[in-house]
């Protein structure tokens, strides 16, 4: 929108919302579609960012047949609308297509270790045969195609209670709730903030690189010490609460990121604390305004008609 493209944004609402794009309607580049991926669209573009998905755990375990839906039918639809007005299309994969990797770091070269049935195999295994799908229509119709593969990202407008670890525990230690670790907290992640990202996936698009490219940050930490970060920058009294290993949750997680630095010229140039101030802010900011707006129905008084008696 800065740059003065005009924008289609098509959202189903599953997990997005609509005050993340409010400030954008009612502008002249601006359009906002309700509309499924799951069914074909048919509109005039250039570029698409494919980026349609639940992305925690528990919003693609609430409904994985909906997952799997959006990532392979969705998918053959923006690559079917690709080929029909010859516009380019990154997909938004992710670095779960590495599974619970047994190479450290994870570079775009590595197959992955995933598991086929595991609770998270919806999303996994969905994000996979997208990328499949991707390579076909490349190799068979020449669609132009680009694919991301993106790692741990948090930052503004993200859902507050998607049960993703920063949310979870700036949620958590805001509230003065305690802080809720799985397993020893020993597993590690590495977090990127959003805005990083955006750059990464436009450097993408507009490249010429056909091949994935792992867009996060190779900073990495345990979740233990992320809890302990969180709960400083909050100034929380919130304990440390210890709960049982969730299934398949993978014990480490860092991207090799340098063939984007390479073929993109892209880092990421956030410094952690500073994108954990921002996200702390807007999460505070949430919550006042959840406080400020609940809608609490008052019952109707019953209507009585004149001359008649109510017997209840």
């Excluded at 990797?101 to 049935?117: A, C, F, K, L, M």
């Excluded at 020449?142 to 049960?163: K, L, Q, S, W, Y």
Aim: include cysteine.
């Amino acid at each position: 929108m800065m740059d003065g493209h005009e924008v289609t944004v098509v959202d189903n609402f599953f997990t997005g919302r609509k005050r993340n794009v409010e400030h954008w309607i009612g502008h002249e580049n601006f359009e906002l579609i309700n509309h499924d991926v799951v069914e074909p669209l048919y509109i005039e573009v250039d570029q698409i960012y494919h980026l349609a998905s639940p992305a925690s755990p528990p919003n693609y375990m609430y409904n994985p047949i909906k997952t799997l839906k959006t990532n392979t039918i969705g998918t053959l639809n923006m690559l079917g609308l690709a080929k029909r007005v010859g516009a380019r299309l990154l997909l938004a994969s992710t670095s779960e297509v590495y599974g619970d990797p047994e190479v450290h770091p994870q570079s775009e070269d590595y197959w992955g270790h995933v598991n086929p049935i595991g609770p998270r195999a919806c999303y996994d295994e969905g994000k996979r045969v997208a990328e499949t799908m991707c390579y076909a229509y490349m190799k068979q119709e020449g669609v132009e195609v680009r694919v991301a593969r993106i790692f741990n990202t948090f930052g503004p407008r993200m859902h507050m209670n998607d049960g993703r670890v920063v949310s979870n525990f700036i949620l958590q230690a805001l509230q003065g709730e305690p802080l809720t670790v799985y397993g020893s907290g020993s597993q590690t992640r590495a977090f990127q903030y959003v805005s990083d990202l955006v750059n990464g996936l436009v450097a993408l698009m507009n490249s010429n690189v056909s091949s994935p490219v792992n867009l996060g940050n190779p900073e990495e930490h345990t979740i233990l010490e992320f809890a302990q970060l969180i709960k400083s920058l909050v100034g929380s009294g919130s304990e440390i609460q210890f709960l049982s290993e969730a299934q398949d949750d993978p014990q480490k997680r860092k991207p090799d990121i340098r063939k984007a630095k390479m073929m993109l010229a892209w880092e990421p140039v956030v410094p952690l604390e500073e994108g954990l101030n921002k996200a702390i802010h807007y999460f505070r900011k949430e919550l006042e305004y959840q406080a400020n707006n609940q809608y609490i129905p008052k019952p109707k008084p019953a209507r009585i008609k004149k001359g008649r008696t109510r017997h209840n």
